[in-house]
C-alpha cells in the first residue's frame, strides 16, 4: 500500500464553477463536513469563500498565496471571481468521499433521505466527460437552501447541524473504520516511533524513501466545489 500523505491528509486540485448560481454568482456548492477539517492553498486567480458557523456569517477573500482554513461544523460556498484554482487539503483521508459531507439542501429534502441522495447523487458520479448540468442542478439547489440558512438568524445552522446529523447515522461504522486504517494509524504510528528513538531504537528509520504520483490520477471529476483533478493516494 502506497504511503500515506502526512497526517493522512487528502488533497486535490479544483478548478471552481464559473458558472451562475441562483443568487448571481459563480461558484460551488454550499456544503459542511461533520468531522474532517479542510484547508485551501490558492494557486491562481481571484474570488471568496462565504462561511456560516454557530458564529456568524463571513466572507473571506481569496488570491494566489492565500491559505485557509476551517474546522468541522462550518457551512462554505466557494465563490468565484476569475479563474479561481485551489489545492485542497482535507483532514481524515478517504471520510470526505465516505459521505462527510452535507449539502445546504431545503429542509423538506434534509427531512428525506430518499429525497437528499437523489438530489446529492450525480449520475455516473460525476465521472468525467459526463454532462455538467445534474452537477450544476444540485449546486442551484444547494445554494437556494444555504441563502435561507444564511437569513434565518442564530438557530438556523444548528437546524441543519441536527438535520446533517441524522442523515449520517448511518455511515457511522464505516468512518470509524477508515478513520482507524487511517488518520489513526498514522498518528498512532508516530508514537511507536517516539517510543522506539526513546530506547535507542532507530531501525524503522532504514524505511526511508519516496513516492510519487507525477500527476493526478483523473482529471476534471465533477465535485461539488468544480472540476476536480484527484490523487489516489492509497
Known sequence: MRAQLPGAVGVSKLSVYDTTAPDGLHGGTPHMHLTCSESYVVVAGQGRVQTLASSGYAETPLRPGTVAWFPPGTIHRLVNEGGLQIVVLMQNSGL?????????????????????????????GGAPGTGLAPAFARRDLAVTGFLALRDGGPAAPEEFHAAAERLVAPKLPEWRKRWRDGALRVAEETGRQIDALAEGDHSHLVNGGIEVLPEASEHGRHGMCGLLDTYHLA
Open 96 to 124: 470526505p468521499e465516505a459521505g462527510d459531507a452535507v449539502l445546504t439542501f431545503p429542509p423538506s429534502v434534509l427531512a428525506d433521505p430518499e429525497a437528499y441522495r437523489a438530489a446529492a447523487t450525480l449520475p455516473s
